[in-house]
């Protein structure tokens, strides 16, 4: 079974960084997209960034988060991070890892809170 764990969120600064983390157990990455999605208060899930098997990246949403977020993988590890740089207070959601996005059969982790507040 798969299991998906997202962690490395919590209370920042407008202006700070935080890195996020998700681990996936039971299946091997290096097969799987994966991809970092977020849930403000009210809104729909959107997606942040997506992470292709070969390693290439994608930030559907805007070029505004392509220049803030940065999605990485470590296969070796079954990884993938997500580092944020400039928060601002809009970015406040449940930040969730998805594993093996590109299919039917994908994975969500339960999700990780990110606060941006002065």
């Known amino acids: 079974q798969v299991h998906v764990v997202e962690s490395g969120g919590g209370l920042v600064q407008p202006g700070g960084s935080l890195r996020l983390s998700c681990v996936v157990s039971g299946a091997n990455i290096s097969d799987y997209g994966m991809g970092w999605y977020r849930q403000a208060p009210g809104k729909n899930r959107e997606v942040v960034a997506l992470s292709r098997p070969n390693g290439g990246s994608h930030y559907p949403q805007s070029e505004e988060l392509l220049g803030r977020f940065t999605i990485s993988r470590n296969n070796a590890k079954n990884t993938v991070d997500l580092q944020m740089s400039n928060l601002k207070p809009e970015d406040t959601a449940v930040y969730y890892c998805?594993?093996?996005?590109?299919?039917?059969?994908?994975?969500w982790g339960q999700g990780t809170q990110v606060t941006v507040s002065s």
């Open positions: 998805k594993a093996n996005v590109f299919s039917v059969n994908a994975y």
